[in-house]
T-cell receptor, first 114, second 115 residues
Framework: AQSVTQLGSHVSVSEGALVLLRCNYS??????LFWYVQYPNQGLQLLLK??????LVKGINGFEAEFKKSETSFHLTKPSAHMSDAAEYFC????????????FGKGTRLSVIA | EPEVTQTPSHQVTQMGQEVILRCVPI?????FYWYRQILGQKVEFLVS????????KSEIFDDQFSVERPDGSNFTLKIRSTKLEDSAMYFC?????????????FGSGTRLTVV
C-alpha cells in the first residue's frame, strides 16, 4: 500500500521568503512522486514529478523538489514566494509500473503575505 | 497543449436525481480515471478505465456509480441516485501509456452540489 503525509495543513510565508512544503511517502515498491497545485476554483495542475531519474526535480513557476529515499521525503521548495503562489498543494504517489492510481495527501494551503 | 475537458463546470441537482458528468480525455490517451474531492478534504480515487472496462475501483465507487465511454471520445461518470454526501468536485484524468505511471493530465473539474 502507498500513502503520503503532508505535514501542515496550512503554511503562511511572507512574499519573498522561502517556501517549504513537506511530504513524506510510504511505499513498498519504488515510487513515482508528484506535486500538484490547485488554484481557487480550478483543477489540478502538475507542478513537477519524480520518475526515478534525477533526485532533484525542477518544475514550473520556480518550484523544485528533492527525492530523499533515506528520509522517504519529497519536500517542495521555492526560494522566493510570490503572491500568485497562494494555492492548495497536493503531494501524490504511485508505483512505477502497472496502473495503480495516484494516492494523494490531504493537501497544504499556502498563504503568501505581502 | 492538449487538455482534458470536463462539462459542466458546476451542476446543482436535487437529492435522488441522476447526474452524468462528462469528460473528453486527450485523444491519444488510453487510460482514464475519475477522482473526487469533498470540500476541504483530499483528492480520492474513484475508478480507472481501460480498454472499455473498469480496471480498478475504490470502496467509494459503489453500485450508485457507473462509467462508460459511449462514443470513443467522451468518458462519463453517472451517479444514479444522488445523495447529499455526493457533493464534491469531480476530476477526470487521462494517461497515455497504460504501463507507465506518469503523465496524468487532469481536467478542471465539475463541482457537483446536491441539495
Amino acid at each position: 500500500a502507498q500513502s503520503v503525509t503532508q505535514l501542515g495543513s496550512h503554511v503562511s510565508v511572507s512574499e519573498g521568503a522561502l517556501v517549504l512544503l513537506r511530504c513524506n511517502y510510504s511505499s513498498s515498491v519504488p515510487p513515482y512522486l508528484f506535486w500538484y497545485v490547485q488554484y481557487p476554483n480550478q483543477g489540478l495542475q502538475l507542478l513537477l514529478k519524480y520518475t526515478s531519474a534525477a533526485t532533484l526535480v525542477k518544475g514550473i513557476n520556480g518550484f523544485e523538489a528533492e527525492f530523499k529515499k533515506s528520509e522517504t521525503s519529497f519536500h517542495l521548495t521555492k526560494p522566493s514566494a510570490h503572491m500568485s503562489d497562494a494555492a492548495e498543494y497536493f503531494c501524490a504517489v504511485s508505483s512505477i509500473s502497472g496502473n495503480t492510481p495516484l494516492v494523494f495527501g490531504k493537501g497544504t494551503r499556502l498563504s503568501v503575505i505581502a | 497543449e492538449p487538455e482534458v475537458t470536463q462539462t459542466p463546470s458546476h451542476q446543482v441537482t436535487q437529492m435522488g436525481q441522476e447526474v452524468i458528468l462528462r469528460c473528453v480525455p486527450i485523444s491519444n490517451h488510453l487510460y482514464f480515471y475519475w477522482y473526487r474531492q469533498i470540500l476541504g478534504q483530499k483528492v480520492e480515487f474513484l475508478v480507472s478505465f481501460y480498454n472499455n472496462e473498469i480496471s480498478e475501483k475504490s470502496e467509494i465507487f459503489d453500485d450508485q456509480f457507473s462509467v462508460e465511454r459511449p462514443d470513443g471520445s467522451n468518458f462519463t461518470l453517472k451517479i444514479r441516485s444522488t445523495k447529499l454526501e455526493d457533493s464534491a468536485m469531480y476530476f477526470c484524468a487521462s494517461k497515455e501509456f497504460p504501463g507507465q505511471n506518469y503523465g496524468y493530465t487532469f481536467g478542471s473539474g465539475t463541482r457537483l452540489t446536491v441539495v
